[in-house]
């Protein structure tokens, strides 16, 4: 069952899609990996060598991961989109806001699924720092999304997950603020 598999598999595994590895990235977690030749710890940021290829060597272990706790009261949204419910996502987009006297004082902001690792938008993240929360200024700062380098497989194009990138990273934002409760892709029918 899932609740018994351990987090360093999924994240060595490292599938661009996996919620994991995009909440690592966000996260700016750091893993920590031991072999012959000591223990050393890895950021996270630096952990994918590749597609589907961790920065270990063959005879190292995870054996622990680390991630740094953001203020209380922090908001966070995590949104992805899949072709079928239940399916790795296509594009998924992980947002997390410290807003403080109605100003963003600090934002994190990863796109999963969109490239051969999670990419972490820090143009994004440094357009809205210091900013008030608003749908403009999260569409406007999202846009760079769309010039991510994307991949192409049978699921979406390259053009298609930059697309998605630019509006999932949007509405996560808005969820995160609280500004999307009434928006119209997030009713119910």
Same mark, same amino acid.
């Not at 622990?64 to 987009?93: N, Q």
């Given at each position: 069952?899932?609740?018994?598999?351990?987090?360093?598999?999924?994240?060595?595994?490292?599938?661009?899609?996996?919620?994991?590895?995009?909440?690592?990235?966000?996260?700016?977690?750091?893993?920590?990996?031991?072999?012959?030749?000591?223990?050393?710890?890895?950021?996270?940021?630096?952990?994918?060598?590749?597609?589907?290829?961790?920065?270990?060597?063959?005879?190292?272990?995870?054996?622990?991961?680390?991630?740094?706790?953001?203020?209380?009261?922090?908001?966070?949204?995590?949104?992805?989109?899949?072709?079928?419910?239940?399916?790795?996502?296509?594009?998924?987009?992980?947002?997390?806001? $410290?807003?403080?006297?109605?100003?963003? &004082?600090? /934002?994190?902001?990863?796109?999963?699924?969109? @490239? #051969?690792?999670?990419? !972490? =938008?820090?143009?994004?993240?440094?357009?809205?720092?210091?900013?008030?929360?608003?749908?403009?200024?999260?569409?406007?700062?999202?846009?760079?999304?769309?010039?991510? $380098?994307?991949?192409?497989?049978?699921? &979406?194009? /390259?053009?298609?997950?930059?697309?998605?990138? @630019? #509006?999932?990273?949007? !509405? =996560?934002?808005?969820?995160?603020?609280?500004?999307?409760?009434?928006?119209?892709?997030?009713?119910?029918?």
């Amino acid at each position: 069952p899932r609740n018994r598999g351990t987090i360093g598999g999924p994240l060595c595994h490292l599938d661009p899609a996996a919620e994991l590895v995009s909440v690592a990235a966000a996260h700016d977690a750091t893993v920590t990996v031991e072999g012959p030749n000591g223990r050393r710890e890895i950021e996270f940021k630096d952990f994918p060598a590749g597609y589907l290829t961790p920065a270990i060597e063959l005879n190292e272990l995870v054996t622990a991961v680390r991630f740094p706790l953001w203020p209380a009261g922090h908001k966070a949204a995590f949104i992805e989109f899949a072709r079928r419910h239940g399916d790795f996502a296509i594009v998924s987009a992980a947002a997390l806001l $410290e807003i403080t006297g109605g100003t963003i &004082a600090r /934002a994190s902001v990863t796109i999963g699924g969109v @490239a #051969v690792a999670p990419v !972490r =938008a820090s143009e994004v993240e440094q357009a809205i720092v210091g900013q008030a929360p608003s749908g403009a200024l999260f569409a406007k700062a999202c846009e760079w999304c769309r010039s991510i $380098e994307a991949l192409a497989d049978i699921h &979406a194009t /390259a053009d298609y997950r930059q697309h998605l990138a @630019a #509006v999932l990273s949007r !509405r =996560a934002l808005e969820k995160a603020a609280g500004l999307a409760d009434n928006a119209p892709w997030n009713r119910k029918h």
